[in-house]
Every structure is written in structure tokens, then in C-alpha cells.
């Protein structure tokens, strides 16, 4: 046995991610994360940083906004009228909704300033633009089934 992080492999992992100091993330208090190596199913600075590990091997892995959710989109941002958001909607900084765009798909938005009836929302990932700190720490390692290959994912003890 001695396997290592690679593609075709369902990985384990204890992980903590922090943002600007703060705990955003954290699989302390639940189980591990699985995922899929090679598969993207995790940021690609994080991927890239795993590759070559080994069970009980521990990291601190800083990831830059590029190889994490991406860089703050400027053009990401529009702007609103009060009439044109839910009614029982709170318009404050912050607040983060459901909206359905043109192709009918739903998208997420966040209100980013309030300006008089002037409503500004942000349509970038919470975490686009951010420097991501990792601490991760593998606990399993096992060859991806056939199936899980297909679905590109790991099917845990939780999968439906
Ligand atoms: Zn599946």
C-alpha cells in the first residue's frame, strides 16, 4: 500500500479554509470530504497542491484567487430599482437572493451597496477575488469504481 493523491483516486480529507483570517469552511464536528481527484470537483489550486500526498500526510495549501473561484468580475454587477426585487425582500449590504436571469436559469446575487432607490447586486462568487488558506490533512485514499468515474464524483456513505 502505498498510494498517493492522483487521478482515479476517491480522497478523504480533513480540511479547514480560512479567508482574510476568518474560518469560512471546515470539516471539523463532520465527517471528511470525499472527492474525485481529476475531476474538478475542488477549486484547481487545491487539486494541483494535493496531488502526490499520502494518507496522514498534513498541508497548509495557500491558494490565489485565479486558481481558486476566480477573480472578482467587475462587469459581474448591476443595478437595480427597489420595484424590482421581492417585495419581502430586506434591502441591506449583504443580503443574498435567488434571481432568475433571461435564459430562466437561476443565479445567485448578493446586494452589494445601497445607494437612495439605486440598488447595487453582486453577481460574483462570496469567495471571487479572495486568497484561500487551507489546512488539509488526508485520511483516506482508495481507487475511484467504475461508476464513480462516470459520474465524475465520489459516492460516499451520504451519495443519493
Ligand atoms: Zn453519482
Not at 480533513?14 to 475542488?42: C, F, M, Q
Not at 451597496?113 to 485520511?139: Q, T
Amino acid at each position: 500500500m502505498d498510494s498517493k493523491v492522483m487521478d482515479g483516486q476517491v480522497v478523504s480529507m480533513e480540511y479547514t479554509l480560512r479567508v482574510d483570517g476568518k474560518v469560512i469552511d471546515s470539516s471539523e464536528g463532520h465527517e471528511p470530504l470525499d472527492y474525485l481527484h481529476g475531476a474538478n470537483n475542488i477549486v484547481p489550486g487545491l487539486e494541483r497542491a494535493l496531488a502526490g500526498l499520502k494518507v496522514g500526510d498534513s498541508k497548509k495549501i495557500v491558494v490565489p484567487a485565479d486558481e481558486g473561484y476566480g477573480p472578482m468580475d467587475e462587469k459581474a454587477f448591476m443595478d437595480v430599482t427597489r420595484a424590482e426585487l421581492p417585495d419581502d425582500l430586506p434591502v441591506k449590504p449583504g443580503v443574498e437572493m435567488e434571481l432568475t436571469n433571461e435564459d430562466g436559469h437561476p443565479t445567485y446575487a448578493r446586494i452589494q451597496h445601497v445607494d437612495g432607490d439605486v440598488i447595487r447586486l453582486n453577481f460574483n462568487h462570496p469567495l471571487a477575488g479572495k486568497e484561500l488558506h487551507f489546512d488539509v490533512k488526508i485520511v483516506n485514499l482508495r481507487a475511484a469504481s467504475d461508476e464513480e468515474k462516470d459520474h465524475g464524483h465520489a459516492h460516499g456513505a451520504h451519495h443519493h
